[in-house]
């Protein structure tokens, strides 16, 4: 794959730091790639880089005609992300507070909303917020050295992501309990095990195999946008409306293929 890099979107950074989003775009524009760039901090999630992670998806889900069909969400090496900057002033000032939780939240409903099929290339560490980054994604890739893990309970806070529901509908309530209750980290194969991620790879594959993904899903690019929303929706319906808005998206699929067809 080729393309060139630009800066993600966001306020700029302060002083001479670069920005703390990094967006490439590939195979025409069909393949975003989003990273995570704090490498110092281990991609902590401070405000800053919340708002321009947030402001880079809007990027990608406003332009007409631009958005792409597949997003991969990586980080700088060494880590994925390593979860919350709790250097911020936020966490002693109550209305720093409320504007992360807000950038937060606004983060995790766009991975959940968004138009294109989403996927998380992880290597290193994925804790907490991090964590609940990479479950927002539809699959998940990760070296086989990753390390995830819910540590909020030992600073005295809960995860408040997403994470617990996210690994709950992926793993079962027993291993979401383990890792939420005990503070354990998971190594990518007792992830893998618990079909809590999708995929692991040798150490520094995983952005490779996640794009070698991406490039498989654009073969089904006229009905991607389907199979996504039915995905996504399928999680919060009980068996019979689920069968139901299935056969919904089928005809919707089924004419935008004709559609495709046509214009082709």
Known sequence: ??????????????????????????????????TLRRPHRRNALSTDLLTQLRDTLSSLTREPGRAPAVMILTGAAPSFCSGADTRESCWTDPAARSVRRDRFRDVVDQLHTCSFATLAAVEGHALGGGLEL?????????????????PELAV??????????????????????????TGARASAAEMLAAHAIERVVADGAALSEAARLAA??????????????????????????????????????ALRS???ASEG
Do not use: K, N
């Not at 992501?161 to 209750?181: I, M, P, Q, T, Y």
């Open 134 to 150: 990479a479950l927002a994604c539809d699959l998940v890739v990760a070296g086989e050295s990753a390390v995830f893990g819910l």
């Open 216 to 253: 498989g899903m654009l073969r089904c690019r006229a009905t991607l946008p389907v199979a996504v929303r039915l995905l996504r929706d399928s999680g919060h319906l009980a068996r019979t409306d689920a069968l139901a808005m299935e056969e919904g998206y089928f005809w919707r699929a």
């Open 1 to 34: 794959m080729s393309g060139a890099a630009q800066a993600g979107g966001g306020p700029d950074p302060v002083g001479d730091e670069p920005p703390s989003i990094l967006l490439t775009r590939t195979d025409q524009g069909a393949v975003a790639t989003v």
């Open 156 to 181: 005295g806070a809960v995860p408040g992501g997403g994470a617990v529901h996210s690994l709950v509908g992926r793993a079962g309530r027993g291993f979401a309990a383990h890792l939420l209750l």
């Open 258 to 260: 004709a559609s495709a």
